[in-house]
């Protein structure tokens, strides 16, 4: 009696998934080869019969490139700089090099990086404030390559490795530290609605308020999108209010130095008339005037723990221990806060 399982053969393996998979053998090795023109349910279903055949397993075993996949929904600041200075550490480390993309804003990569990242097969791939979509899940994991989402814009899933970073308990302590010097009136710059780091910094910003027994105004809380413009922007609307804040909480360091433009523009002095607070503790923070109170975010740390963990990820002998890190954050306290003005 012939069982159900393939033989060895390559020829024999292809043969009998086509057959179960109710598709052809060409089918099947455009699936292998990450063609693109493959329906998203007939390659996952491909795939999922490789993966339960042990074809991952023999394919572990072919060379890998040198490389790490670096990723990035948008790849413009400095907060860029220290994520790709940590991934570099590792990389190094590891005699590998690093390839960078970027998906131009999109919260997943197109298809085609996904076809073009198989094709060189790296080590494997750090997503950074991005994702990947079902099908190109599917398609590096045929291919053995492991994948890790760093500060990921959503909920990446229980099955995704990720590094993270304590938000909502920095947003809590940057706005703690602004209730404890006495501020009562207190504004939000956040960052896009739709990324969890965002509402989570926002959410610990109300608990702060909530725990002191302050009210949460919502017309206080303003969303941004994490670049300089629109801290600028938006830190004119609240400060030109009649009731303005005497203190701002911003979502991240570039829109706090747009907040301290606005400010000047407006002839109000930091910390005297308005206190800031900002988020990630890039390097410019110290250097800005008067130097910036802010949220320590550790960046560069986080990138090497997504770095390291991606290469665990690829040692199938030596699985890590864990594949969800949050990394602590820390306030900084600099000379842009103070009490307010009686």
Known sequence: MKSGKPTETQTATLAEIAREAGVSAPTVSKVLNGRADVAPSTRTR?????????????????SRSPLID????????????????????VARDAGLSVVLSESAGRLTPGRTWADQVAARRPHGVVLVL????????ALL??????????????????????IGATNWQG?????????ELGHTRIGALSGPSQMMCSRARVDGYRAALETAGLPVDPSLIVPGDFHHESGYRLGLELLRRPDRPTAIFAGNDLMALGLYEAARELGLRIPEDLSVVGFDDLPVARWVGPPLTTVRQPLTEMAEAAAKLVLDLGRQDQPPVATRVELATSLVVRTSTGAPVA
Request: avoid cysteine.
């Open 130 to 137: 991005s994702g990947l979509d079902e099908s190109q899940r």
């Open 70 to 89: 670096l990723v990035f929904h948008e790849l413009e600041s400095a907060w860029a700089m220290e994520v790709i200075r940590g991934v570099e550490n």
């Open 141 to 162: 994991t045929s291919r053995s390559i492991p994948f890790v989402v760093m500060d990921p814009a959503g909920d990446p899933g229980a099955d995704v490795p990720s």
């Open 46 to 62: 491909v795939e999922e019969l490789l993966r339960s055949y042990g074809y991952r397993r023999r394919r572990a075993e072919a």
């Open 171 to 179: 947003g809590l302590a940057a706005t703690r530290h602004l209730v």
